[in-house]
C-alpha cells in the first residue's frame, strides 16, 4: 500500500457498515414468517428465490436504481408485489406486510463491521483528512450515522438525498474535491461498488480503493480495474 494521503473519502454501506451483507438472511426470515403466520401452502424457497430475482432485476437498471433508493420503503414493497404476482399471488396487505416486516428486520441486523472506528481512528491520528461519501436519503443515511456515532470521523459528509446528486454523478467526487481544496492525485476513495465508488472517482484522477467484502474478486473480464484491492478497510492501515 501506498504511504497515506492527505485525504480519503468512504462509502457507507457495505465499506464501514454491513448492510447488503444482512439482506439474505432478513429475506429468509421475513418470507418465513409470512408463510406460517398466514399458513400459506406455498414452499419457503419458491419465495424466497422468486423475491431475490426480482430484487436483482429491480436493482440492475440505473434509473429504476436512482429513484427506488429515494423511497426504500416503497421500492421494496414494489419488489414484493412484482415477486408475488408472478407466482399468482396478488393480495396487497401480504405484500406490503412482507416489504415493511423486511425494512424493519433488516435495520435490526445492520451492523458495523469490527475494524472500522480503529481504522479511522488510526487514519485521523495520521492527519488524514477523511470525507463519508454517500447514496440513499438524508434521513436513512443519518440514522445509520448517528447509530454507529460516525459523523465526528470526518470534515464533511455528502449524502445524496441532501445534496441533491450522487454516484456515479462525478459532480459529488468534483464538490468533494473543492470541499478539500486538494488535487484529485492527493486523494483516495474507498467503497464496494465498481461504478460508483471505483470508475467514477478514477475519472477525475483519484485513487480508487475497492472494497471486495464478499472477498469474490473481480467480474470475469471487467472492465473496471481498481487501484487497490482490499477485503476490509483495516487493510488501508
Known amino acids: 500500500m501506498k504511504p497515506y494521503p492527505p485525504a480519503i473519502?468512504?462509502?457507507?454501506?457495505?465499506?464501514?457498515?454491513?448492510?447488503?451483507?444482512?439482506?439474505?438472511?432478513?429475506?429468509?426470515?421475513?418470507?418465513?414468517?409470512l408463510i406460517d403466520s398466514h399458513h400459506l401452502e406455498l414452499p419457503f424457497s419458491v419465495l424466497l428465490n422468486q423475491i431475490n430475482e426480482t430484487r436483482k432485476w429491480f436493482?440492475?437498471?440505473?434509473?429504476?436504481?436512482?429513484?427506488?433508493?429515494?423511497?426504500?420503503?416503497?421500492?421494496?414493497?414494489?419488489?414484493?408485489?412484482?415477486?408475488?404476482?408472478?407466482?399468482?399471488?396478488?393480495?396487497v396487505s401480504l405484500s406490503d406486510e412482507l416489504a415493511d416486516n423486511y425494512s424493519a428486520y433488516r435495520k435490526e441486523l445492520i451492523t458495523i463491521f469490527p475494524s472500522t472506528v480503529q481504522t479511522l481512528q488510526t487514519l485521523r491520528g495520521q492527519d488524514v483528512r477523511l470525507g463519508l461519501v454517500t447514496n440513499g436519503t438524508g434521513a436513512e443515511q443519518r440514522s445509520k450515522i448517528d447509530r454507529f456515532s460516525l459523523a465526528g470521523y470526518f470534515e464533511f459528509i455528502f449524502i445524496e438525498g441532501e445534496i441533491g446528486f450522487g454516484k456515479p454523478d462525478i459532480r459529488i467526487y468534483e464538490k468533494a474535491l473543492s470541499t478539500l481544496n486538494l488535487p484529485s492525485t492527493e486523494v483516495w476513495m474507498v467503497g464496494d461498488n465498481l461504478i460508483w465508488d471505483i470508475q467514477a472517482p478514477q475519472s477525475l484522477g483519484i485513487y480508487a480503493v475497492w472494497n471486495d467484502y464478499k472477498n469474490e474478486g473481480l467480474p470475469p473480464n471487467s472492465k473496471i480495474i481498481p487501484d487497490k484491492i482490499i477485503n476490509?478497510?483495516?487493510?488501508?492501515v
Open 59 to 91: 436493482w440492475s437498471d440505473p434509473e429504476r436504481h436512482k429513484k427506488g433508493r429515494s423511497d426504500m420503503l416503497a421500492a421494496r414493497r414494489e419488489i414484493v408485489k412484482i415477486a408475488m404476482r408472478e407466482l399468482n399471488m396478488r393480495n
Open 232 to 236: 476490509e478497510i483495516s487493510e488501508l
Open 9 to 33: 473519502l468512504f462509502d457507507l454501506d457495505d465499506t464501514l457498515i454491513s448492510f447488503e451483507g444482512v439482506a439474505e438472511q432478513a429475506w429468509e426470515i421475513c418470507c418465513q414468517k
